[in-house]
């Protein structure tokens, strides 16, 4: 079975600070990967996603994600933050062989300040 | 509006009673989750539905139950037998599971407690 890590449990950035969070998945086959967010008072929101083809993509808000197979990773990154990018911030993983549901990672906390 | 509803937003159980998580949907989607999210643990597989009339378990099923009778719906019942049901429970839906189809639209979450 996948699983999925995230090292960072909880990040707090100034405003304008540069961001990467880390994502680390298990599973030897074909992967999808996820980034979600959670703004505070909000419903889950996919961020950006990779299936396949040129492994740096980019999501809303400013945010993009690498994928690095032989790294088993999947790394968010923002090159500025803002306050408003305070949240919560899943990466998630499944496979495309066979029907499995998402793994989500355990999240990790933005907080950013003036 | 398209979407998830779930209901209640707050919900409290007395030690053993079952209760019952709403969840519906109204975006035509095959599949369907609960997912249970504590702090610090991310949000961990409950139960998962690909279609009607069928349901699978997913990584903490033991205490929970689902019924799947119809396309829109997929409630969930926290019974007694679940020790530690204090959490945010968390529905999705997606058009279908596994494979490139895997984005969720999820609801707002019911915060269940334990009186």
């Known amino acids: 079975a996948q699983s999925v890590s995230q090292h960072n449990h909880h990040v707090i950035l100034s405003e304008a600070a540069s961001l990467e969070l880390g994502c680390n998945y298990s599973?030897?086959?074909?992967?999808?990967l996820f980034w979600y967010v959670q703004y505070p008072g909000q419903h889950l929101q996919l961020l950006l996603k990779y299936f396949s083809g040129d492994p740096l993509v980019k999501g809303i808000k400013g945010f993009e994600a690498e994928f690095i197979k032989s790294k088993f990773s999947f790394n968010l990154r923002k090159p500025s933050v803002q306050w408003s990018d305070t949240a919560e911030y899943f990466c998630?993983?499944?496979?495309?062989?066979?029907?499995?549901?998402?793994?989500f990672g355990k999240g990790t906390r933005l907080s950013v300040i003036a | 509006d398209g979407g998830i509803t779930q209901s209640p937003k707050y919900l409290f159980r007395k030690e053993g009673q079952n209760v019952t998580l709403s969840c519906e949907q109204n975006?035509?989607?095959?599949?369907m989750y609960w997912y249970r999210q504590d702090p610090g643990q991310g949000l961990r597989l409950i139960y998962y539905?690909?279609?009607?009339?069928?349901?699978q378990k997913g990584d903490i099923a033991e205490g929970y139950s689902v019924s799947r009778e119809k396309k829109e719906s997929f409630p969930l019942t926290v019974t007694s037998a679940q020790k530690n049901p204090t959490a945010f429970y968390l529905c999705?839906?997606?058009?279908?599971?596994?494979?490139?189809?895997?984005?969720?639209?999820f609801g707002s979450g019911t915060q269940l407690s334990v009186l």
């Open positions: 975006l035509n989607h095959d599949a």
């Open positions: 998630a993983v499944n496979t495309i062989s066979g029907n499995t549901p998402l793994v």
């Open positions: 999705a839906s997606s058009h279908g599971a596994g494979g490139t189809n895997e984005k969720l639209f």
């Open positions: 539905s690909q279609i009607v009339n069928d349901f």
């Open positions: 599973y030897g086959g074909t992967v999808n």
